[in-house]
């Protein structure tokens, strides 16, 4: 199955824009998910269907797509937004394949 | 709004089985697949398969064949998941999830301790 591959950690200052990319061979064929999870908590969908926000979640949150990387942007950061960042997307199977994930530290 | 509700955190000994429910509303149930993701502690996020709730039939990601099972039962809008012979690296929080036109949705979880 493909693979999807995330930095293990991203840094920013509140307020900063954050960028968290994940790369694979099948990105550029398929949607792509992103996944926010806070401590003891269940993912939240932040973004999908590569660009689309659901209801409910702020504006800063962004997603965008190049080839076979795919980026989230959370402009203007709030601590609030510290947690693990996850992409996932189905491969040609079918098979969802998630990225390792992505800890967003807000410094 | 949709919603899915997952059975409570269990403690089970090595070799015997459970069965995480997950229970949705909001939606017309039939409409979209269920998946179930595992995630172990302190690990990322892991797909174990899927269920149609069209026709019934589950898929499952290598790994995740033999001793896992997913069905449902549309009369209760739930699916199932359940694991046999469990070993103590089973181990994980359990999640169901539902894609539809407008999200992803997660269950809350279900922790499952495997020990002796």
């Known amino acids: 199955s493909s693979e999807m591959t995330q930095p293990p950690s991203v840094s920013v200052s509140p307020g900063q824009t954050a960028r968290i990319t994940c790369s694979g061979d099948a990105l550029s064929k398929q949607y792509v998910y992103w996944y926010q999870q806070k401590p003891g908590q269940a993912p939240v969908s932040v973004i999908y269907e590569d660009t689309k926000r659901p209801s409910g979640i702020p504006e800063r949150f962004s997603g965008s797509s190049s080839g076979t990387t795919v980026t989230l942007t959370i402009s203007g950061v709030q601590a609030e937004d510290e947690a693990d960042y996850y992409c996932q997307s189905p491969d040609r199977s079918g098979t969802w394949v998630f990225g390792g994930g992505t800890k967003l530290t807000v410094l | 709004q949709v919603q899915l509700v997952q059975s409570g955190s269990d403690l089970k000994k090595p070799g015997a089985s459970v069965k995480v429910s997950c229970k949705a509303s909001?939606?017309?149930?039939?409409?979209?697949?269920l998946n179930w993701v595992r995630q172990a502690p302190g690990q990322g996020l892991e797909w174990m398969g899927w269920i149609s709730t069209h026709t019934g039939n589950p898929r499952y990601a290598q790994g995740f064949t033999g001793r896992f099972v997913v069905s449902l039962d549309t009369s209760v809008s739930t699916t199932y998941l359940q694991i046999n012979n469990l070993r103590p690296e089973d181990t994980a929080v359990y999640y169901c999830v539902v894609t539809t036109d407008v999200s992803v949705y997660w269950g809350q979880g279900t922790l499952i301790t495997v020990s002796s």
């Open positions: 909001g939606y017309n149930f039939t409409t979209y697949a």
